[in-house]
Structures are given as structure tokens and as C-alpha cells.
């Protein structure tokens, strides 16, 4: 994996579904009474197992992380410990360039791809990362935000 496949796969992730209709309840969504012009934004659900890069500044270290454990070779998380070593310097990079100011950087995201779930992506002959939010961690505080591409 190359650092434009890795921007290529978060860009993913930011990819706006738009609509010209609002459905702020579902029955006004099965009358379709909507002529306002309003406009509903959605995101794609990318349907795979909760995974994470965690990036420590004051030490320089860079782990992986499923939703509440940190992962290693001995208990990965479908093979995202391994994907992770063998891509852990350009996640390295490219968290530095995200230039978020904090003592730890999360990029909180979906390793999905092949027969990771039974959705249409476990049909990918690979697996990817997606990532989706970028935690920003100063000592007890914590500010989520969408992860952006410039």
C-alpha cells in the first residue's frame, strides 16, 4: 500500500450521499410529501470491524486498536495487527501531516474488505482501512473531528 492508496481509502470515508429531500421523521418519509428543496446529507455506512491507529507524540509510539483493546500479533483483530506492521510508517507519516495539535492522535476508522463481514465489501479481493474520525487527546480532554483531506 502507497501513501495515495492509504488517502485514496480516508477520502473514501468522507464521500457525501445527497438527496434533494429532508426526512426529518419516517412517516413524513413514506407519505414523500417533501417539496421544501431541502437537502438531507448522509454518509455511507461501510459495514466492517471497528479498528484504530493510536499516535503518541511524547514518545513517538504508534499502536493499533480495535474498539476498546489494543491489538498485537497474538490477538489481532482479522488480520489488522498485520496489515498495520506492515504499514505502520506511512500511518506514522500521515498522522504527522495531519498536524492536530495534542498529546495523542487516534485515527478512528473501518478495517473491512474480504471476509471481514458478509456485506457487499467482503467481496474485495483485499482489506482496507477506512478511516472516518481523528481523536484528539490533551491529557483527560478529548475533541473529535471528521477527518478531512486537503
Excluded at 498485537?72 to 489488522?80: A, M, R, S, V
Excluded at 498536524?99 to 471481514?116: A, F, N, T
Aim: net charge positive.
Amino acid at each position: 500500500m502507497n501513501y495515495v492508496t492509504l488517502q485514496y481509502e480516508i477520502k473514501m470515508a468522507t464521500k457525501y450521499v445527497k438527496t434533494p429531500y429532508s426526512f426529518p421523521s419516517i412517516n413524513r418519509y413514506k407519505n414523500d410529501n417533501v417539496s421544501d428543496g431541502s437537502v438531507w446529507i448522509g454518509r455511507v455506512k461501510i459495514d466492517g470491524s471497528n479498528a484504530g491507529v493510536v499516535y503518541n507524540k511524547t514518545d513517538d509510539t504508534l499502536l493499533c486498536q480495535s474498539r476498546n483493546n489494543f491489538i498485537d500479533e497474538i490477538n489481532d483483530n482479522l488480520e489488522f495487527h498485520k496489515w498495520f506492521l506492515m504499514n505502520k510508517e506511512k500511518l506514522r507519516e500521515f498522522i504527522v501531516g495531519l498536524e492536530y495539535d495534542g498529546d495523542v492522535i487516534v485515527l478512528y476508522g473501518e478495517w473491512c474488505g474480504h471476509r471481514i463481514n458478509k456485506t457487499g465489501l467482503a467481496n474485495l479481493p483485499c482489506r482496507m482501512f477506512v478511516a472516518f474520525k481523528v481523536g484528539v487527546y490533551n491529557g483527560k480532554n478529548r475533541i473529535l473531528y471528521d477527518l478531512k483531506i486537503k
